[in-house]
């Protein structure tokens, strides 16, 4: 089944307002990374959390890491027209003796000028 | 990001051609990673390759044959495929998962790939 889940599928928005997608799991995971893929390109490494309660910023972007380390959630503050693109979470999570790396299926944000 | 290098860019082929999709990273990687990308779904991992050694196939039908001559170079053979294989064909890299299992992966530009 699917272990990552990402919500919401797509997201319009209007140019300024703020923009969260979110990843959960019903496990616990080692790590999260997010990626984000410009329509018709290929995905781009943005970051990675590792600890517990975790944030990281870059610019507009704010990245947070559940507690339980179960879910973790990207937040965009007043959107541009160039943050137009799907956003994916990757997860680790320690499953049959090893790493297991799974994408959640992403969120489409268009970003309405 | 020119790290990752995929060719073609795009490719129409029928279901009893046999054609190969080639990928080349300059980043000093050991793991090469195959992955599908089709619409709705997840990133579906195909094959993973740390020096040179195959270390993972997710159930992947013998029609899609992975190659792996070195640490910078992967291939995907493809013959007798299906239409529901038509999909984006995504090539990644990253440093030695043995070593450092959450490394970020380094992707291509993809292999749009059309099965009539």
């Known amino acids: 089944g699917q272990q990552v889940m990402q919500i919401p599928q797509y997201q319009h928005v209007q140019e300024g307002e703020d923009f969260t997608t979110y990843c959960n799991s019903s496990t616990t995971l080692s790590n999260i990374q997010w990626y984000k893929q410009r329509p018709g390109g290929h995905p781009v490494f943005l970051i990675q959390?590792?600890?517990?309660?975790e944030v990281k910023k870059q610019k507009r972007l704010t990245f947070q890491f559940g507690e339980a380390k179960k879910n973790s959630s990207l937040h965009i503050t007043a959107t541009q027209t160039t943050d137009v693109g799907t956003y994916f979470c990757a997860a680790s999570l320690w499953e049959g003796g090893g790493n297991q790396f799974y994408f959640g299926t992403g969120t489409s944000l268009t970003v309405i000028p | 990001e020119t790290g990752v290098t995929q060719t073609p860019r795009h490719l129409v082929m029928g279901m009893t051609n046999k054609k190969s999709l080639k990928c080349e990273q300059h980043?000093?990687?050991?793991?090469m990673y195959w992955y599908k990308q089709s619409a709705k779904k997840p990133l579906e991992l195909m094959f993973v390759y740390n020096f040179k050694e195959q270390t993972e196939n997710n159930s992947v039908p013998s029609r899609f044959s992975p190659e792996c001559p070195n640490s910078s170079h992967l291939f995907l053979h493809l013959h007798t495929l299906q239409p529901e294989d038509s999909a984006l064909y995504l090539c990644?890299?990253?440093?030695?998962?043995?070593?450092?299992?959450?490394?970020?992966?380094?992707f291509g530009n993809g292999t749009r790939l059309t099965v009539t």
């Open positions: 990644a890299s990253s440093q030695d998962r043995r070593v450092i299992y959450n490394s970020p992966l380094h």
């Open positions: 959390l590792v600890k517990s309660g």
């Open positions: 980043l000093g990687h050991n793991a």
